[in-house]
């Protein structure tokens, strides 16, 4: 006899794809019939080493159908989303933000820095040089209405990036199925 190789793409939205319960149901399922397995995103891969019966592959579909009952892949499939929004998200806040022709830093610490200023503002001692993003430049404020607008632009680009990662997550959210899920494009 030869090898048997069940593949499955699971394609709506709330299938466990953990090999363990699997595994399980699929030896009380086929007793006598050895197999190795794998699970990767939404494919499930079981080898047997002999030729399976058109019966067999029929309780085989069977058995990855049951597994629906306490796992969301659709759960899964939007948190991995979320993150990746999140991540791209702040990938872009750490490119920083434009203001007079220079780019400027939006780390934590320079986020920090920005609110601080904000805060005392009219008791700064002007004029106040912030430095570039990369430290090849600087740009001195000279009163409290240009430190008003560096800090303002700043904060405005963070939030930016934030509603727009909120948009993306609305999307996700409204999806219905993993590949909804899935067609969400973060192209910002």
Avoid: C
């Avoid at 019966?55 to 899964?76: H, M, P």
């Avoid at 920083?96 to 805060?119: N, S």
């Amino acid at each position: 006899m030869s090898e048997h190789t069940y593949t499955r793409e699971i394609v709506d939205g709330a299938y466990n794809l953990d090999l363990g319960p699997l595994s399980d149901a699929v030896v009380v399922a086929l007793p006598g019939k050895p197999f190795k397995g794998a699970a990767s995103g939404k494919t499930v891969v079981l080898s047997f080493a002999d030729q399976l019966t058109p019966a067999e592959v029929a309780t085989l579909d069977a058995v990855v159908a049951a597994q629906k009952i306490s796992y969301s892949g659709l759960d899964n499939a939007r948190a991995a989303k979320f993150s990746d929004i999140d991540a791209n998200t702040e990938q872009l806040i750490l490119g920083g933000f434009a203001f007079k022709a220079q780019q400027f830093a939006l780390t934590l610490e320079a986020r920090t820095e920005l609110v601080e200023l904000a805060t005392v503002k009219a008791s700064v001692g002007y004029p106040v040089t912030m430095n570039t993003i990369d430290n090849t430049g600087a740009l001195a404020l000279a009163d409290e209405l240009g430190l008003v607008a560096f800090v303002d632009s700043g904060i405005a680009q963070v939030r930016a990036w934030i509603d727009s990662g909120t948009q993306l997550k609305g999307q996700v959210r409204a999806a219905t199925t993993i590949a909804e899920v899935d067609a969400v494009k973060d192209n910002r």
